[in-house]
């Protein structure tokens, strides 16, 4: 069966979001895993006291940006999820994607609360979280719309 065109493009579009989020999910990953053995090699001794004390290195610096590369670990999880599903299907109007665009909404929610207050992207990020729960009614809509449709062919 022959795909309509713009779904080709959705399903592209989600390959190359699926792509770029796994890659970006991975460096995460991997900046947890070396921020964690960074912060236990800094633990405090004697001999780098000097180090720690002009503010290059920092065992809690070093627990907190792990904490935040893992989070970040987790949102780029559910954005690969969301973008496999998307690439994958015939419809962007089903209860699959909608169900994965609620997911990943919730997840961007998550991480705009728990990292914004303490950046400024919190202005950017709460706009970005409203846009998505918008999408998501949208797309709910259109599913309804779309079931009707196929009910009535």
Same mark, same amino acid.
């Given at each position: 069966?022959?795909?309509?065109?713009?779904?080709?493009?959705?399903?592209?579009?989600?390959?190359?979001?699926?792509?770029? $989020?796994?890659?970006?999910? *991975?460096?995460?990953?991997?900046? =947890? #895993?070396?921020?964690?053995? +960074?912060?236990?090699? @800094? &633990?405090?001794?004697?001999?780098?006291?000097?180090?720690?004390?002009?503010?290059?290195?920092?065992?809690?610096? $070093?627990?907190?940006?792990? *904490?935040?590369?893992?989070?970040? =670990? #987790?949102?780029?999880?559910? +954005?690969?999820?969301? @973008? &496999?599903?998307?690439?994958?299907?015939?419809?962007?109007?089903?209860?699959?994607?909608?169900?994965?665009?609620?997911?990943?909404?919730?997840?961007?929610?998550?991480?705009?609360?728990?990292?914004?207050?303490?950046?400024?992207?919190?202005?950017?990020?709460?706009?970005?979280?409203?846009?998505?729960?918008?999408?998501?009614?949208?797309?709910?809509?259109?599913?309804?719309?779309?079931?009707?449709?196929?009910?009535?062919?």
């Amino acid at each position: 069966m022959n795909k309509n065109a713009n779904i080709q493009k959705i399903n592209k579009t989600g390959k190359l979001c699926r792509i770029f $989020s796994k890659i970006i999910m *991975i460096c995460c990953i991997v900046g =947890a #895993v070396l921020t964690a053995i +960074a912060g236990i090699i @800094s &633990k405090v001794s004697p001999e780098n006291i000097g180090i720690i004390a002009s503010g290059e290195i920092s065992p809690l610096e $070093s627990v907190t940006n792990c *904490i935040v590369l893992a989070f970040s =670990a #987790v949102f780029y999880f559910f +954005a690969v999820r969301f @973008s &496999k599903k998307i690439e994958t299907c015939d419809t962007p109007f089903s209860d699959d994607i909608i169900r994965e665009m609620k997911i990943f909404g919730i997840a961007y929610l998550i991480a705009v609360y728990v990292f914004g207050f303490t950046d400024s992207s919190f202005s950017a990020g709460v706009p970005s979280v409203l846009m998505i729960l918008l999408l998501v009614n949208s797309f709910a809509y259109g599913a309804e719309l779309q079931k009707e449709s196929d009910e009535t062919l």
